[in-house]
């Protein structure tokens, strides 16, 4: 077994603010993902990596930074945080090649001031 | 881009009662994968499901692959079942791209 870690589980922030979260994981999984979840909706995919300094765009990057700065570890940047943004960000992580499970963490929730 | 429709948006049962969620989806490779997500907590995954049936204790999930669709069937419902539910395809051995969930209240 294994799990996922993620910090700060709150984060609150001012507008204009650039912002990190991070993410951990003791699975040794190939492959993490920063997904984003607004309030009610399914989860949009933000940025994955497959492998230690490998970042890969999804639909939802802009405004966002990231960097995997080894095997077990994943941030995620918001840029330029947003008045009245509010969600949560949920790392996941799967072994890399077909068939494989992904598993979450437990969220960070954003709000911005 | 990937689609993925999922029903009933929103399902109140009462305790005791059956429920099944749809979820159909625009790829025929999908190895499909349902998530259930406590109000406020991470998602867990159910099940990771690409063809047939699989069961676990009162959760049942079926894909059909060829009819682009997959199910969860959730038999004699409880409280603690209440939450959101998620299924979620994997058509290119890569990333997941989500259905918008079910919410399921159970009553008691």
């Known amino acids: 077994g294994g799990i996922i870690t993620q910090t700060p589980k709150f984060l609150i922030g001012q507008e204009g603010q650039k912002l990190t979260l991070k993410c951990q994981q003791n699975f040794n999984h190939d492959t993490m993902y920063w997904y984003r979840q607004d309030s009610g909706k399914g989860l949009r995919l933000i940025y994955y990596s497959i492998t230690e300094n490998d970042l890969q765009k999804g639909d939802l990057s802009e405004g966002y930074d990231a960097s995997r700065e080894k095997k077990s570890s994943f941030s995620l940047t918001v840029t330029s945080a947003q008045k009245n943004e509010m969600a949560v960000f949920l790392c996941a992580s799967r072994d890399w090649g077909g068939g494989a499970e992904q598993f979450f963490g437990p969220g960070t929730r954003l709000t911005v001031l | 881009g990937q689609q993925v429709q999922q029903s009933p948006a929103s399902l109140v049962l009462q305790e005791g009662e059956n429920a099944e969620l749809q979820c159909n989806f625009s790829?025929?490779?999908?190895?499909l994968q349902w998530f259930y997500q406590h109000p406020g907590g991470r998602l867990v995954s159910l099940f990771y499901n690409p063809s047939g049936t699989k069961h676990t204790g009162r959760l049942t999930s079926t894909t059909v692959t060829n009819e682009r669709r997959g199910s969860l069937h959730i038999s004699s419902s409880q409280t603690t079942d209440s939450g959101t539910y998620f299924c979620?395809?994997?058509?290119?051995?890569?990333?997941?791209?989500f259905g918008s969930g079910t919410k399921l209240t159970v009553e008691p």
């Open positions: 790829s025929t490779a999908t190895r």
């Open positions: 979620a395809i994997d058509p290119n051995y890569n990333v997941l791209y």
